[in-house]
């Protein structure tokens, strides 16, 4: 078994606490499943969110979820000239046994073309 990371992004269309609620869910439910990583895997999630999100703590959709025992942290994205408004991105470290090559990123929503040198 080895520590890898999985990275992640999505948009919000408004700063609304359920609308942001929905996107990080969905987004944390597609890391999971498209790598097949249980709750167990899980060593800690690390969420930015943009300037533009305030209605909610995204770490406070995943425990929602059921990540209540994995340690979680958001911080405020840096805001860059020309960059995506209303993201919010997460890093999930794991413990697997597969390679940084068999990981599956995952962008949704506006945030499609933010790393599309990654494998997906």
């Known amino acids: 078994?080895?520590?890898?990371?999985?990275?992640?992004?999505?948009?919000?269309?408004?700063?609304?606490?359920?609308?942001?609620?929905?996107?990080?869910?969905?987004?944390?439910?597609?890391?999971?499943?498209?790598?097949?990583?249980?709750?167990e895997d899980l060593i800690s999630i690390f969420f930015t969110a943009?300037?533009?999100?305030?209605s909610i703590f995204p770490a406070t959709a995943a425990r929602a979820v059921g990540l209540g025992d994995v340690p979680l942290i958001c911080a405020r994205e840096l805001s860059i000239v020309g960059g995506t408004p209303r993201t919010v991105?997460?890093?999930?470290?794991?413990?697997?046994?597969?390679?940084?090559?068999?990981?599956?990123?995952?962008?949704?929503e506006g945030a499609r073309g933010l790393r599309d040198d990654l494998p997906e």
């Not at 990275?7 to 097949?36: C, F, P, S, Y």
């Not at 943009?50 to 305030?54: F, G, I, R, S």
């Not at 991105?89 to 962008?107: I, K, W």
């Open 1 to 39: 078994m080895a520590v890898r990371a999985l990275r992640g992004a999505t948009t919000v269309d408004v700063d609304e606490r359920d609308h942001v609620t929905e996107r990080v869910q969905a987004l944390i439910a597609e890391m999971l499943l498209r790598n097949r990583v249980g709750n």
């Open 89 to 108: 991105r997460v890093m999930m470290h794991l413990d697997t046994d597969r390679t940084r090559a068999e990981l599956h990123h995952v962008y949704l």
């Open 50 to 54: 943009t300037e533009d999100v305030v």
